[in-house]
């Protein structure tokens, strides 16, 4: 069974501050893709990044990273330089290939509250 | 570019009604995705089309049922509706390429009130 943990319910920041939101994720299988959205107040889910089993290397856009590891089953993200409008939940999300249908699984959601 | 588009955004029933949910995936997107969100909850997945056919299953009650059309929207259609079937309900599209992992891209999503 697949599954995705974000162990970090509620996070809030200073803006500014940098913040490095963890998932964790568990598959049986080799071929599996990772993502980020994040959903702000307004209710959109809006993608981040996505990230296939085979790619490792670390990825930068913005203000926005992230760092994959294989060996600890973790696709975590962070943000430099945090400001107000970064407050939104943010999901990490697995599909595996075996499914053969691309469905999501989503991880319990990490709640960003950025302050002024 | 050309996003999602979900009809209506917002929708209010009473318990026992029946509620359809539409879906415009974006042009050249074959398949497409319904997710249910209830409130503080993530995402869980209800079924999927692929070219027109149904392609999976998740956790989607008897009472709800989904096609997609020839020309690719979807509708789902919720019947004897029950109060703790108020959540926000999203539809995604993506291209379809084998064995899935495409980028799923969001429609804005139908926030359905049941009293």
């Known amino acids: 069974a697949q599954k995705v943990t974000q162990a970090q319910t509620e996070i809030s920041v200073v803006e500014k501050e940098d913040v490095t939101l963890d998932c964790v994720y568990e598959t049986r299988d080799t071929t599996y893709y990772l993502f980020w959205y994040k959903q702000p107040p307004s209710g959109e889910l809006v993608f981040l990044i996505r990230r296939n089993s085979f790619d490792e290397q670390n990825e930068i856009s913005g203000r926005y990273s992230w760092n994959f590891q294989k060996s600890t089953s973790s696709f975590n993200f962070t943000i430099t330089a945090s400001q107000v409008v970064d407050s939104a939940v943010y999901f990490c999300a697995l599909s595996v290939y075996s499914s053969n249908t691309g469905k999501l699984i989503f991880g319990q959601g990490t709640t960003l509250q950025v302050k002024p | 570019a050309a996003g999602v588009i979900q009809s209506p955004r917002h929708l209010i029933k009473e318990k026992r009604e029946t509620a359809t949910l539409k879906c415009y995936p974006i042009p050249r997107h074959d398949t497409v995705y319904w997710y249910q969100q209830g409130p503080g909850q993530d995402p869980q997945f209800l079924i999927s089309?692929?070219?027109?056919?149904?392609?999976d299953k998740g956790s989607i009650p008897d009472r709800f049922s989904a096609q997609q059309f020839s020309d690719y929207h979807s509708e789902l259609n919720m019947s004897s509706l029950e109060l703790g079937d108020s959540a926000l309900y999203f539809c995604?599209?993506?291209?379809?390429?084998?064995?899935?992992?495409?980028?799923?891209?969001f429609g804005p999503g139908t926030r359905l009130t049941v009293l």
């Open positions: 995604a599209s993506s291209p379809r390429t084998s064995g899935g992992g495409d980028t799923q891209y």
């Open positions: 089309f692929y070219e027109k056919m149904q392609s």
